[in-house]
């Protein structure tokens, strides 16, 4: 009579066992974007992070998925890829205004596990270095004046982030958002271009790319940081829109989730990698590099944080008169 066992239990007995993958094998990071953007900078900080700590044995797998702004991705790992335990996707404070607004289609903010926060930046308000205009109050002041004359800018169209900063600075303003003078660009390059050429007077972005611009030899000035409190680095002396009486904040977070079948084990093991790495010195100077400034939150404390973020997007966006997703 010949035994019969099952695969596995002749491995077994033979010695060699069928060791199921580990999540932290084989490690893939979706960038929502073409190469070379926020997506992409995001995920090539874990990638450095993870390898130069130790935490991975092999470089991370940066894997490019493009449409709608984060959409095509989000909607790929709730629907297509759920349970991938070695899969996580980068997300921006711009994908929850996203889905604020819903433009991720039928998936809200409550399908996926939201995995870590790695850093943040923060909105920047940016007139000419010539500009008359040296404070918000300033801005105030111009637009009572004559608010035809102010002409905002931002690389985005209406309701991206960008237009959201300059749309809240000018409410704050006095100003309604739907009587702004605005022109979108393509990116902040373009902006950047029209704001130094006097086609522009006012210029909404990010404080890390204007620190950027001006070490670079922009002739550019930041009247207001959108934080919380000042800033460190080149940006210090910088007031925040509420030092100057507007209470304006716009963090931009970076960070990465996973699918939503993803299991309690498998997504913990990937929390306490994420606590470790953002712990340690090494972490905090590769974020530094990329012009992010401190932001570490995991697992349940930033689920809290992105459910918060995303009703007060909503909230914002309405105020605005955009549509928003109930």
């Given amino acids: 009579m010949r035994l019969k066992l099952p695969l596995a239990t002749l491995a077994f007995a033979l010695g060699f066992g069928l060791a199921q993958a580990a999540p932290l094998d084989k490690t893939e990071c979706i960038a929502p974007a073409k190469p070379g953007g926020g997506f992409d900078l995001t995920c090539k900080l874990a990638q450095a992070g993870l390898l130069e700590g130790k935490f991975i044995d092999t470089p991370m797998r940066v894997a490019y998925m493009p449409g709608g702004i984060g959409a095509v991705a989000y909607n790929a790992i709730v629907a297509q890829r759920p349970a991938e335990d070695n899969t996580i996707v980068a997300f921006s404070g711009g994908s929850l205004l996203n889905l604020a607004q819903g433009k991720f289609g039928r998936y809200n903010e409550n399908e996926v596990r939201w995995l870590a926060g790695v850093g943040t930046d923060y909105g920047a308000i ?132 996973m699918g939503p079948k993803v299991s309690d084990a498998d997504f913990k093991v990937w929390v306490d990698t994420f606590d470790k790495m953002m712990a340690t010195p090494e972490f905090a100077k590769l974020r530094a590099e990329r012009s992010l400034y401190p932001f570490s939150k995991t697992g349940a404390e930033l689920d809290a944080y992105v459910k918060k973020q995303v009703e007060a997007y909503r909230k914002i966006a309405a105020e605005v008169g955009l549509k928003v997703a109930k």
């Avoid at 010539?130 to 004559?146: F, G, M």
């Avoid at 006095?174 to 050429?197: C, I, N, S, Y």
């Fill in 126 to 257: 940016m007139v000419a270095e010539n500009s008359p205009l040296k404070s918000l109050k300033d801005l105030a002041e111009a637009i009572r004046q004559d608010p035809r004359k102010v002409v905002f800018g931002a690389g985005g169209t209406v309701g991206s982030q960008d237009w959201m900063k300059a749309a809240l600075t000018a409410k704050a303003a006095g100003l309604d958002p739907k009587a702004m003078r605005f022109v979108a660009f393509e990116g902040g390059g373009e902006g950047l271009t029209a704001l130094q050429g006097g086609h522009i007077q006012v210029l909404s972005g990010d404080a890390s790319e204007a620190e950027e611009h001006i070490k670079a030899g922009a002739k550019i000035r930041v009247i207001a940081v959108l934080s919380d409190q000042r800033l460190e680095g080149g940006l210090a002396d910088v007031p925040t829109a509420k030092e100057q009486g507007m209470d304006i904040q716009w963090p931009i977070i970076r960070g990465f989730y």
